[in-house]
T-cell receptor
Framework: AQRVTQPEKLLSVFKGAPVELKCNYSYSGSPELFWYVQYSRQRLQLLLRHISRESIKGFTADLNKGETSFHLKKPFAQEEDSAMYYCAPGGHSASKIIFGSGTRLSIRP | DAGVIQSPRHEVTEMGQEVTLRCKPISGHDYLFWYRQTMMRGLELLIYFNNNVPIDDSGMPEDRFSAKMPNASFSTLKIQPSEPRDSAVYFC?????????????FGPGTRLTVL
């Protein structure tokens, strides 16, 4: 069965501290992996995708196929990073992706 | 482009009433998705369309829910009759084939409350 797990509902860290949001998935074949973010009073939007191997707003995510994980990391958290983050695996077409339950990241000043 | 447009933004209705949610995808997008978000179940895919044709409706909870896409610029999600457990935020999203997998653009959502 296709499944994605984000074990932390809430993650609270101090500004300037490192951040790691965990994501584990179970998906047939070789999925593409994405992170979506929803800032307060804004729409859910794509943050980054593993295939691009890019850093967005200081965030990176490494796909570990052996551990079937796709953790999101940032070395120094900023207050504007406070948001809801969703891990999402999907197929290689523009069709459906599966969203995790989300992790609320709260950055304390 | 205004992005994905949803209406109404808020809907309060009584149990048993019919509810219709509306979505206008981004022009040129050929995929449209309907999601439901609740505290208990998170973000669930209800149904998605490709070129106005329903592809996967396995997430539709029951026969009370129906969705249509009569043309490329409009889709509706209907609940009839509505029940209190349908209270949730309903999102519409769109994407396009050449845009790559996973790049979905979300609307602002409709917050539905069924009393």
């Amino acid at each position: 069965a296709q499944r994605v797990t984000q074990p932390e509902k809430l993650l609270s860290v101090f500004k300037g501290a490192p951040v790691e949001l965990k994501c584990n998935y179970s998906y047939s074949g070789s999925p593409e992996l994405f992170w979506y973010v929803q800032y307060s009073r804004q729409r859910l939007q794509l943050l980054l995708r593993h295939i691009s191997r890019e850093s967005i707003k200081g965030f990176t995510a490494d796909l570990n196929k052996g551990e079937t994980s796709f953790h999101l990391k940032k070395p120094f958290a900023q207050e504007e990073d406070s948001a809801m983050y969703y891990c999402a695996p999907g197929g290689h077409s523009a069709s459906k992706i599966i969203f995790g339950s989300g992790t609320r990241l709260s950055i304390r000043p | 482009d205004a992005g994905v447009i949803q209406s109404p933004r808020h809907e309060v209705t009584e149990m048993g009433q019919e509810v219709t949610l509306r979505c206008k995808p981004i022009s040129g997008h050929d995929y449209l998705f309907w999601y439901r978000q609740t505290m208990m179940r998170g973000l669930e895919l209800l149904i998605y369309f490709n070129n106005n044709v329903p592809i996967d409706d396995s997430g539709m909870p029951e026969d009370r829910f129906s969705a249509k896409m009569p043309n490329a610029s409009f889709s509706t999600l209907k609940i009839q009759p509505s029940e209190p457990r349908d209270s949730a935020v309903y999102f519409c999203a769109s994407s396009w084939t050449s845009g790559g997998a996973g790049t979905q653009y979300f609307g602002p959502g409709t917050r539905l409350t069924v009393l």
